[in-house]
């Protein structure tokens, strides 16, 4: 019996153990889109870390002309990361070692946090790794992201159900956004940031009106934002409008926002006959219960400012959609 009793409290005391290690597991830090690499200096100078760089660190593509980075990278060597320098949210560890290999996992030294592994046996083997896993890395990374926005966001949501009871969906954005023009099924939330606005549109379509087939697919995202901007996104003068910047042809992908269906479109808005425009993310997304589709658009209009973290920003709400029953 007192075996018995001597086991369970060995027992108890181990899984007290292993409680007390999860409990006092660190949140993990940084600003939204950071990114920490930890490799030996000699490789992040060298090919190793050019080709991390032209994935990492390559430009946004749709904020033209800025050159915005995908991710803000601090490069510390190994024997540097001990201590707080693990809390950060997202991190990449790059070694040689005797075999080739790729992981992820999930709050190892710090909650929320995501750690990537990559080993390779040369400096050849690293490029190939990081050419086959940077894809996949960096949309963990972001993903990731999108879950700290939308965590901040929970501290000051915005309560209005004006969308909600009009469009039958739900959208998490924090109480910064206001809605600023509604006209029947049309919503415009807005943000003031530095120089400008940050700005959501949302309003329906017919289900199959637009891109029913990959032809003209393009055209006809740009026939659609051009109406909408004509009707309801004037200029500063008559006869100016919001319009789709007819320089660069925005690109298009189909995507799942969790279960369902969208199409993605990015590219360059202007206004029509004036020196204003910025870069936009739209989304046509289907609703699975009814003949409809829902487009939410976010765009930025505030020239001189940094746009990569409003824009993520932006499609972080836009991905928090959810239709109604």
């Known amino acids: 019996m007192k075996k018995c009793i001597f086991a369970i409290l ?43 760089r032209n994935y990492f660190a390559s430009p946004v593509e749709e904020i033209a002309g800025a050159r915005e980075p995908i991710f803000d990278i601090q490069q510390i060597p190994e024997d540097v990361f001990q201590g707080m320098t693990r809390a950060g949210r997202n991190i990449l560890v790059v070694s040689t ?3 080739n290999r790729f992981h992820i996992k999930d709050s ?17 083997d690293l490029i190939s790794e990081i050419q086959q896993y940077a894809p996949v890395i960096i949309l963990s990374f972001k993903e990731n992201e999108m879950r700290e926005v939308e965590n901040r966001f929970k501290q000051t949501l915005n309560k209005t159900k004006a969308i909600e009871e009009r469009l ?22 807005e943000r003031k940031v530095k120089n400008g606005t940050a700005d959501i549109l949302i309003y329906e379509m017919p289900k199959g009106k637009i891109c029913s087939s990959d032809k ?54 202007e206004v029509k006959d004036f020196l204003l425009g910025g870069p936009f993310s739209n989304y046509i997304i289907e609703d699975p219960k009814r003949d409809r589709c ?25 991905k928090s959609v959810k239709f109604l029953n």
């Open 294 to 318: 829902v487009v939410i658009e976010g765009f930025i209009a505030a020239p001189g400012t940094s746009k990569r973290d409003l824009l993520f920003e932006l499609e972080t709400i836009i």
């Open 216 to 269: 003209d697919c393009t055209s006809a995202i740009i026939q659609m934002r051009d109406s909408i901007g004509k009707r309801y996104i004037p200029g500063p003068e008559e006869g100016m409008y919001m319009i789709t910047s007819p320089a660069f042809a925005p690109t298009y992908k189909r995507i799942q926002i969790g279960h369902y269906p969208a199409i993605e479109s990015k590219g360059l808005w």
């Open 97 to 99: 070692d005797h075999k």
């Open 10 to 52: 060995i027992c108890s005391l181990l899984w007290g153990c292993k409680q007390q290690k999860k409990q006092y597991l660190p949140d993990s830090v940084g600003s939204i889109n950071s990114l920490t690499i930890v490799m030996d200096p000699q490789l992040w100078n060298g090919i190793v870390g050019d080709s991390l």
């Open 108 to 124: 190892l030294y710090a909650k929320g946090q995501k750690v990537a592994f990559l080993t390779g046996q040369t400096t050849d």
């Open 168 to 189: 039958g969906i739900q959208l998490t954005f924090p109480s910064l956004y206001h809605i600023v023009k509604q006209e029947g099924d049309f919503f415009w939330l």
